[in-house]
């Protein structure tokens, strides 16, 4: 996990206060699985009342795209990451957990695209407005985790880490752009955008601004706006 805050918020102690709610955090998940197998499976499920905070809001946002609620563990945690750093009141941080971003901004800012092609990595960004993102990607070819479909990379957008995280899952599980053409229509409503190459074609919808990678790393000329 990677977090940046603004200088004049940053003490020292903050590290480890980090890392200590990451653990926390951690513990909280694995009780979950525990207490409830299920939880680990690919299904949605109701989280019991009595579940950790942590454990109730993975289950609802990964009931909303009918995936299982591991599904948005990495958004989670960052979600929570970013409450500890909103209630020790710094309002403006990024956190990076695994590829997948919660990022607070009072300025706009770009996200790179990497997704294992060469004419891909290093050579497109989002440029994204000021303000809260969940900005999480999966692939059905990089990372540990279980994938159903063909896509390079399926990135999304969204107001919240988790329904990022695992709307994400849910357009990578797609077979074919005609499938994610199909997800989108019936959950444009929870997402600010997506982008997604899918064996060898591009959808992109949404708040979405491309920009070409310069030769010196500089984010530059927007591609498409739609």
């Known amino acids: 996990v990677w977090v ?15 890392t200590e709610l990451v653990l926390h955090l951690r513990k909280e998940v694995e009780f979950c699985i525990k207490s409830l197998p299920e939880f680990s499976g690919l299904r949605p499920i109701d989280a019991p009342s ?4 942590i454990g109730r809001k993975m289950a609802v946002s990964s009931k909303k795209f009918g995936v299982g609620p591991m599904a948005g563990v990495a958004g989670a945690v960052s979600f929570f990451m970013g409450k500890f750093l909103k209630e020790k009141g710094i309002r403006e941080f990024f956190i990076e957990n695994g ?13 790179g695209i990497f997704c294992g092609k060469p004419e891909i990595d290093g050579k497109l960004a989002l440029n994204l407005k000021e303000g809260e993102w969940g900005i999480c990607s999966s692939s059905s070819y990089i990372g540990h985790s ?20 695992c709307c ?19 959950f444009k409503d ?24 310069s030769p010196t790393g500089l984010y530059n000329r927007p591609l498409h706006t739609r």
């Open 4 to 18: 940046s805050v603004p200088k004049d918020k940053f003490y020292q102690e903050l590290k480890e206060e980090l």
């Open 50 to 53: 009595l579940f950790p905070e």
């Open 99 to 111: 590829g997948d971003v919660y990022a607070v901004s009072r300025t706009p800012f770009t996200v």
């Open 146 to 165: 279980v994938s159903f479909g063909r896509a390079s990379i399926a990135t999304v957008l969204c107001d919240d880490p988790v329904d990022a995280d």
């Open 168 to 186: 994400a899952t849910l357009f990578a599980n797609s077979s074919n752009v005609e499938e994610v053409k199909e997800k989108y229509e019936l």
């Open 190 to 213: 929870h997402i600010k955008g997506v982008f997604c190459l899918i064996e060898g074609k591009v959808f992109i919808a949404g708040q979405i601004t491309l920009s070409k990678v």
